[in-house]
Structure formats: C-alpha cells, structure tokens
C-alpha cells in the first residue's frame, strides 16, 4: 500500500514542481548529460548543439516533454528507459524420472536495463519436479561412544534404502568415517602401544585414530552400503568434541570424489553424540594454517591435511554447502540438539533430527527431515551488487501473497509457488554490466540475471574534441556542451582563468556584503567557476550550493537513501525524514497474518517495534509465551482441522500456515513451545502444542482424540435407581412403622392410667340381661 502512494504521489509532484517552474532536473544545475541521468528516472539530457536562444538559461537537463516543448529535437534527447527481457524460459518439469533434463525454476536467463533510481519488476516460478534423484552420504562419528550406533546401522542399511526409495526411484547412496586429528591434545600419545591400538586397555581392540575417511563414494548398489558399514570398527580419542567440520568440508568440496552428481537432491546426514570442534580450536595443538576450503582427500580415500589445516569455521561451511547445493541433516543425541538446533539458524536449508541412544530410530529421522527440507522453498541471491536494492513479495499455497518474504513452506512434491523480485538501482557501480543468481537453497536451478547499468549517454560516443564551437577548440563537444580544456571556462571555453574585470566581480555575489562565490570559488568571467572538493560538489550561480551538507546518519548522506540538493536531503521513494532515514514502507513490517508487526507493535521507521512481553522477530511474529498465543492457534485448530470456526469461513489459509501433526500425548517438543487446551463447541477438551522454529514455520502437535465428556451407562445408572427407590421406600416403611408404633404406644399407656383410675359401687350391671326370658301367650284359654 505504502509503496503504491508513492509511485502515484512521484508524478504528481512533479507536475506540481513543473507548474511552479522547475523540477527535480532543473534544480540541481548538472552540466553533463551523465549528471543528469543520474538525477532521477524522469529526467532527459538534450545534446542539440543549438537550444534556447543565445543568452537565455534554459537548462538542458529537464523532463523530457519539457525539453521537447523547449525546441529540442526528439532525435537529441538523451533518455534511456529501464527494461527488462527475458532471454531463457524453459517450462518447469512435472516428474524427474529418469532425465537428466529437469527444469525447477522459471525464468532461467533475463536481462535487465536500470536507470539510476528506477526499478523493475520480474517473476521466479519454482516447482520441485517428483521423483527428482537422491544423493545420500551417511557421515558417522566413529569414536568409541558410537559403538552401538554402528551396530545398529549394520541392519538399518537396506531398511533405509527402501525408505529412501519411497521418495525416489533414483538413490545412491555413500559412507564416510570421522573421529578427530590424529595428534596430541586430540589423540592420546603415550605409553607407544595406545597409538597402534588406542582400546588397548579394552577386551577388544580398535584401529588407530583417524581424522576423515571415505569409506564408499555415492552408489546405486544398496548391499555395497551395508557391506561397507559392517566392516568398520570404532576408534577412540581423548577430548569430548569431535572433529566431525573437518569431515563435513571434505564430504562437501570432494565432489568427484564423493560422487554427488549435478542433477540430484544431495542430502548429507551428519550423526555425533558430542561436539565439534571449530576454527581456532586446532591452535591447542600448534596447528595455525586457516582451512583453506579445498579438497584434501588423498588416493587412500583420507584426509591428508587434517595435522596441518586448522578446523573449518560454520560461515565457511555454510558457503560450501550452498555453492555446491548441499542439504546438511544433523541426526545427534538429546544432549546435542540444541547446540546442532542453533548450528542450523545459521546454515540455510538444513535440518536436527533427535537420534535415540542405538541410532535405532534414524530411518524415520531422515525420511521426516528430508520431508521438512522438500517442504520448504527459499530463494538465496548470490552476487547482487552493493548498488542494487532487491525486494521481494512471495506468493505461497492458495495465492496469497506475503510481502518482504523469500521462502514458502507446508508445500508438497509438485506444488507451483512464485516469488515477484523488484530491483532497484542506486548509483552507478564503475561496472557498465554486472551479473548475479536467484537460486532456491539446495537447488542446483539457478536464474541468471545481467544487469546493464543506464548510467552513460549515447552521445557520449560521438564527441568532438578541439571543436571550433569550442572557442576556436579550447575545449571538446561532447553531447551538446563544452568540456572545457584545463584553465579555460565559460559556456564556451571563451574565457581564461588569467582574466580578471573588477565591473565582472560584482556579478559573482548576491549581495555587496556576502563574499565572492560564497568563498568556494573564483569569479572568471563574471562567472563563479566553483572549486570542487574532497567532500563532493559545489555548484550554483555563487557557489552557494553543495552535495555534501545534509545531515548524515550511520556515517553516510542522506542515510544513504536519497541525495544531497543545496544542503536538503531528497529522499528516495520510500523514505522520509531530515536525513531519509526514516522508511514510508510498512511491508517490511507486515506480519504473515496480515497484520502491521502482527498486531504485537508499532512500525517506525519500516521496522517493528514489539510492544507485546515476549515477542520478538522481524514482524514481531514469534512470540511462543504471549498470553494470546493459544487463544489465536485455538482458532487455527478448529479451522484447518476440524473445518469450522470463525476462521473457516473467512481467512483461515492467510491467518493460519501452521503445520499440524497429530500425536496421541503431547511431549516436551522444543523448549520454547506451549501446551495449550480449550473446550469446543462439543463440550469436548482439546489438548495441542504450539511451537515456532527459528524459520518462523509454526508448528501445532494435535492430540489425536479429545477429552470428551461420557454419557450415562444404562448398566449401571438402572440398578443405582431402582436400589435408591428401594432404599426409599424401606426407609419410608420403617419410619411409618415407627410412627404407629410410638402412636400405638401412648394410646395403651392412657388406657393403662384411666383403668388405674377408675372405682365402681355394688350394683348389677345395666347393661347385663339374663339367660332366660318369659313371654305371656294372650291367646290362651286354658284353665
């Protein structure tokens, strides 16, 4: 955004400046047309021999409509326009196979035309092509605590073949040995007998010390592998660290001997339990040559330089590994992870693998490391001059494009990913032509860029030395103007520095009180002939102007980012500020998420200023202990992996570059990684760990089945319900038997206290009716 306000805002102010009547061309009074194309991109230089007339001031520096409209003839106008052709553009190939005619990077060849100042735009396809070659070299740190691991790898040899064949149809694969120096402190010397056989208080012996040996070169014949590996035998040394660099360099420089072929993945596995020792450290045995980065591998398959050659330093490995296209796999013990994990920040395109105790698990740890290594495309620029600027804007995995980056990971074998390179030229490098490379790390595909500096004129070709248009030839014609011959001036080399006309010196100073040619010149002619300096240019009617008074910052003008104009800065596209220091561009500062400094800062300046406790990076993005950290990868859980959320339907793919794996429990990973949990919208409780390598790839290790709440088990909620009814209703029983039993109880005790109390007299009972009774029959007449 930032950069696109300023490509519309640059024409409008110079329509602005030609409206007031002058521009950024005009101003800065240039007497050669190779002055004034460095000025600026819009600027043109007339060479016409005849322009304006006679007396006027028209400049012939100025815009190119301008120039026009001042009487200049099109065919005088000097104003060369940046281009770019592309000159090789083979189509990316879709499956290696069998040739060797395999393309992964398009263009392969363009050519490039820049103005000072100007920019153009160009686009790098990269396509890793399937079933491209493999070259494998297994490098093993023999030294006595690796015994196990040797033996381990006696099995593992057609097992990783196979593996490895899974990926391509076209593997070869190699072994080399190392240990260390074979001299004291690195080695032990006495009693004589420990240099024959340094295990010689051991119950098995063991060949002497050894510094590098390469024991198979790359092979298409697997069985040759493990042939090769069951025939070795541990060594010991003295000291802890090894000298596993030393080894690594001449794996990585020996190309013939070695084997690695042009047109193949070179993976190199490095596998230690211990340190290696680093440059300066061969100083302890009186060792001082530097390493001199060459091959020193002898007839005998040794390194023969290994007493006399100190250690190699990592930035010289580095170099080597990428000048011969080389993806360095480091496969060490859990102590050492981290060491090799801070070793890898700093090689581009390699990998740390955690080798369990037997190496039992190294199969699986190159075939995950290859797969991190394929799964990531990174542009690396070889050779780019100190006066060209190159950004670069990648577009990754659905299109999205993501400014200020060169690398694009989570891909898969086939996946298409382009990358939009702007270069821009400052100045002019002495070279008229320079060349440089756009290369993906560990690819042998290159882009070749020439890049032809617009600095010259064209007239420049045709100039006349002693012109009579030159005061009778006291100077030379060269693109419309004099160059005047030394102790000559005027616009014409009319005038001799030896004159001198008192009425003239008046016109050589604003004002009676200010100084002749501001005291940086002598009045000739009536005319300031300024004195140039050690500091840069002085120009102007009375000198008063110069390229060297603006204020500076890190010990250059201008901050290096625009030009010096009469004591101002004028900032370069994209800067601001009294000394340009200050970039206008936010890109820099967008996070991958589309966030200025990814919402955990400010951009000052084109560079984040994190705000947020524990971020850091350049955008701020890393910040594996923010408190929002599992809030925000929640969101990217629910949407990558389950399909759903607030993400799903908006965003997911551009906010969320996480690589997801899932585990069945979440282990210590890294140290910097957060184990995070949250209930979804199931009432379920999700477990996963977050975690950022040094690359900025993020990844999410996903417990595999949530903890989710059960539901009722009929088997055994029905029979705890029917015994609590029972149980209720036993109680209910036995309380209402209680009842009536207290009840029944106090009813008897009354009765018992009445009868106490009763007393009857003698009388019969009223109530008692004897047995017999009489009746009178009426109807009888007897006698």
């Given at each position: 955004?930032?950069?696109?306000?300023?490509?519309?805002?640059?024409?409008v102010l110079?329509?602005?400046?030609?409206a007031?009547?002058?521009?950024?061309?005009?101003?800065?009074g240039?007497?050669?047309?190779k002055?004034?194309?460095s000025?600026?991109?819009?600027?043109a230089?007339?060479?016409?021999?005849?322009?304006?007339?006679?007396g006027?001031?028209?400049?012939?520096?100025?815009l190119?409509d301008?120039?026009?409209?001042s009487g200049?003839?099109v065919?005088?106008?000097?104003?060369?326009?940046?281009?770019?052709?592309?000159?090789?553009?083979?189509?990316l190939?879709?499956?290696?196979?069998?040739s060797?005619?395999?393309?992964?990077?398009?263009?392969?060849?363009?050519?490039?035309?820049?103005r000072?100042?100007?920019?153009?735009?160009?686009?790098?396809?990269?396509?890793?092509?399937?079933?491209?070659?493999?070259?494998l070299y297994?490098?093993?740190d023999?030294?006595?605590?690796?015994?196990?691991d040797?033996?381990?790898?006696?099995?593992?040899?057609?097992g990783?073949?196979?593996a490895?064949?899974g990926?391509?149809?076209?593997?070869?694969?190699?072994?080399g040995a190392?240990?260390?120096?074979?001299?004291?402190?690195y080695?032990?010397?006495y009693?004589?007998?420990v240099?024959r056989?340094?295990c010689?208080?051991?119950?098995?012996?063991?060949?002497?010390?050894f510094?590098?040996?390469?024991?198979?070169?790359?092979?298409?014949?697997a069985?040759r592998?493990?042939?090769?590996?069951?025939?070795?035998k541990?060594?010991?040394?003295?000291?802890?660290p090894?000298?596993?660099?030393?080894?690594?360099?001449q794996?990585?420089?020996c190309?013939d001997k070695?084997?690695?072929?042009p047109?193949?993945?070179h993976?190199?596995?490095?596998?230690?339990?211990?340190?290696?020792h680093?440059?300066?450290?061969?100083?302890?045995?009186g060792?001082v040559?530097?390493?001199?980065?060459?091959?020193?591998?002898?007839?005998?398959?040794e390194?023969?330089?290994?007493?006399i050659?100190d250690?190699?330093s990592?930035?010289?490995i580095?170099?080597?590994?990428?000048?011969?296209?080389?993806n360095?796999?480091?496969?060490?013990?859990?102590?050492m992870?981290?060491l090799?994990r801070?070793?890898?920040?700093?090689?581009?395109?390699?990998?740390?693998g955690?080798?369990?105790?037997?190496?039992?698990?190294?199969?699986?740890l190159?075939?995950?490391?290859?797969?991190r290594i394929?799964s990531?495309?990174?542009?690396?620029?070889?050779?780019?001059?100190?006066?060209?600027?190159?950004f670069?804007?990648?577009?990754?995995?659905?299109?999205?494009?993501?400014?200020?980056?060169k690398?694009?990971a989570g891909?898969?074998?086939g996946?298409?990913?382009?990358?939009?390179?702007?270069?821009?030229?400052y100045?002019?490098?002495?070279?008229?032509s320079?060349?440089?490379?756009?290369?993906p790390i560990?690819?042998?595909?290159?882009?070749?860029?020439?890049?032809d500096?617009?600095c010259?004129?064209?007239?420049?070709?045709?100039s006349?030395?002693?012109s009579?248009?030159?005061?009778?030839?006291?100077g030379?014609?060269?693109?419309?103007?004099?160059?005047?011959?030394?102790g000559?001036?005027?616009?014409r080399?009319?005038?001799?520095?030896?004159?001198?006309?008192?009425?003239q010196?008046?016109?050589?100073?604003p004002?009676?009180?200010?100084?002749?040619c501001?005291?940086?010149?002598?009045?000739v002619?009536?005319?300031c002939?300024c004195?140039?300096?050690?500091?840069g240019?002085?120009?102007?009617?009375?000198?008063?102007?110069d390229?060297?008074s603006?204020?500076?910052?890190?010990?250059?003008?201008?901050?290096?980012?625009?030009?010096?104009?009469?004591?101002?800065?004028?900032?370069?596209?994209g800067?601001?500020?009294?000394s340009?220091?200050?970039?206008?561009?936010t890109?820099a500062?967008?996070?991958?998420?589309?966030?200025l400094?990814s919402?955990?800062g400010?951009?000052l300046?084109?560079v984040?200023?994190?705000?947020?406790?524990?971020?850091?990076?350049l955008?701020?993005?890393?910040?594996?202990?923010?408190p929002?950290a599992?809030?925000i990868?929640?969101?990217?859980?629910?949407c990558?992996?389950?399909?759903?959320?607030?993400?799903?339907?908006?965003?997911?793919?551009?906010?969320?570059?996480?690589?997801?794996?899932?585990?069945?429990?979440?282990?210590?990973?890294?140290?910097?990684s957060?184990?995070c949990?949250?209930?979804?919208?199931?009432?379920?409780?999700?477990?996963?760990?977050?975690?950022e390598?040094?690359?900025?790839?993020?990844?999410?290790y996903?417990?595999?089945?949530?903890?989710c709440p059960?539901?009722?088990?009929?088997?055994v909620?029905?029979?705890?319900?029917?015994?609590?009814?029972?149980?209720?209703?036993?109680a209910?029983?036995?309380?209402?038997?209680?009842?009536?039993?207290?009840?029944?109880?106090?009813?008897?005790?009354k009765?018992?206290e009445e009868k106490?109390?009763?007393k009857w007299?003698?009388?019969n009972n009223?109530?008692y009716k004897g047995?017999?009774?009489?009746f009178q029959?009426v109807?009888?007449?007897?006698?």
């Amino acid at each position: 955004m930032g950069l696109n306000l300023i490509e519309v805002w640059v024409p409008v102010l110079l329509l602005v400046s030609i409206a007031a009547g002058s521009n950024i061309c005009t101003s800065r009074g240039v007497s050669n047309c190779k002055e004034c194309l460095s000025i600026h991109p819009t600027c043109a230089w007339c060479s016409q021999e005849i322009f304006g007339k006679e007396g006027s001031s028209l400049s012939r520096c100025d815009l190119r409509d301008s120039l026009i409209q001042s009487g200049c003839g099109v065919k005088f106008i000097e104003f060369p326009v940046s281009s770019m052709r592309i000159l090789e553009n083979v189509p990316l190939s879709d499956k290696a196979g069998g040739s060797d005619d395999i393309t992964q990077i398009q263009p392969q060849k363009i050519h490039l035309t820049l103005r000072p100042d100007d920019s153009k735009i160009f686009t790098v396809t990269v396509k890793q092509a399937a079933d491209y070659p493999v070259d494998l070299y297994y490098l093993m740190d023999m030294t006595n605590t690796m015994k196990d691991d040797l033996q381990k790898l006696y099995t593992l040899g057609n097992g990783l073949a196979t593996a490895l064949r899974g990926v391509t149809s076209n593997l070869r694969m190699g072994f080399g040995a190392f240990v260390d120096k074979p001299l004291s402190p690195y080695m032990y010397i006495y009693p004589e007998e420990v240099i024959r056989n340094p295990c010689y208080k051991f119950p098995e012996p063991c060949p002497p010390q050894f510094g590098y040996r390469n024991v198979l070169s790359l092979t298409d014949q697997a069985e040759r592998f493990t042939e090769e590996v069951k025939k070795q035998k541990v060594s010991r040394n003295r000291d802890a660290p090894e000298g596993g660099f030393d080894a690594i360099m001449q794996a990585v420089v020996c190309k013939d001997k070695i084997g690695w072929r042009p047109d193949a993945s070179h993976l190199l596995i490095f596998t230690s339990d211990d340190r290696s020792h680093l440059a300066l450290d061969a100083r302890l045995a009186g060792i001082v040559q530097p390493h001199d980065g060459e091959c020193h591998i002898n007839n005998n398959n040794e390194y023969d330089k290994s007493t006399i050659l100190d250690y190699p330093s990592l930035g010289m490995i580095t170099d080597k590994l990428s000048e011969n296209n080389i993806n360095l796999i480091f496969a060490v013990t859990s102590p050492m992870v981290e060491l090799y994990r801070n070793y890898s920040e700093l090689i581009p395109g390699s990998a740390v693998g955690m080798l369990s105790r037997d190496s039992g698990n190294v199969v699986q740890l190159i075939l995950d490391a290859y797969a991190r290594i394929r799964s990531k495309v990174e542009l690396e620029l070889l050779g780019v001059p100190d006066e060209l600027s190159l950004f670069i804007n990648a577009t990754c995995l659905g299109g999205e494009v993501i400014p200020g980056v060169k690398s694009c990971a989570g891909l898969k074998i086939g996946d298409t990913v382009s990358f939009s390179i702007e270069a821009k030229l400052y100045g002019c490098p002495k070279e008229k032509s320079r060349t440089f490379m756009v290369k993906p790390i560990g690819f042998k595909d290159t882009l070749q860029v020439t890049v032809d500096f617009a600095c010259e004129c064209n007239c420049q070709q045709s100039s006349v030395p002693t012109s009579p248009s030159c005061h009778h030839g006291n100077g030379t014609l060269e693109c419309g103007v004099c160059l005047c011959d030394p102790g000559r001036l005027g616009s014409r080399c009319e005038c001799s520095e030896g004159e001198y006309n008192p009425t003239q010196q008046d016109r050589c100073s604003p004002n009676p009180a200010a100084p002749v040619c501001s005291g940086r010149g002598d009045c000739v002619c009536g005319q300031c002939a300024c004195r140039s300096t050690d500091f840069g240019k002085v120009w102007g009617p009375y000198c008063e102007c110069d390229d060297f008074s603006c204020l500076r910052s890190k010990g250059q003008i201008c901050s290096g980012n625009g030009e010096c104009n009469c004591g101002n800065c004028q900032c370069s596209p994209g800067w601001s500020g009294d000394s340009c220091a200050c970039s206008t561009r936010t890109d820099a500062c967008m996070g991958s998420g589309g966030m200025l400094c990814s919402g955990r800062g400010h951009c000052l300046c084109g560079v984040c200023e994190c705000t947020q406790p524990g971020a850091y990076g350049l955008t701020c993005e890393k910040c594996p202990t923010c408190p929002d950290a599992c809030t925000i990868k929640k969101e990217c859980v629910e949407c990558k992996h389950y399909k759903r959320g607030d993400l799903y339907e908006k965003n997911c793919n551009h906010v969320c570059r996480d690589k997801i794996e899932q585990v069945d429990e979440l282990v210590f990973h890294e140290k910097n990684s957060v184990n995070c949990s949250y209930k979804d919208e199931d009432d379920c409780v999700q477990n996963f760990q977050y975690y950022e390598d040094a690359s900025g790839q993020s990844f999410l290790y996903l417990v595999k089945e949530p903890e989710c709440p059960k539901g009722p088990d009929f088997l055994v909620v029905a029979p705890l319900v029917i015994g609590a009814i029972l149980l209720l209703g036993l109680a209910a029983l036995l309380v209402w038997k209680l009842l009536i039993t207290i009840h029944d109880r106090r009813e008897f005790a009354k009765f018992e206290e009445e009868k106490a109390r009763a007393k009857w007299e003698a009388a019969n009972n009223p109530l008692y009716k004897g047995a017999t009774s009489t009746f009178q029959n009426v109807a009888y007449r007897g006698s």
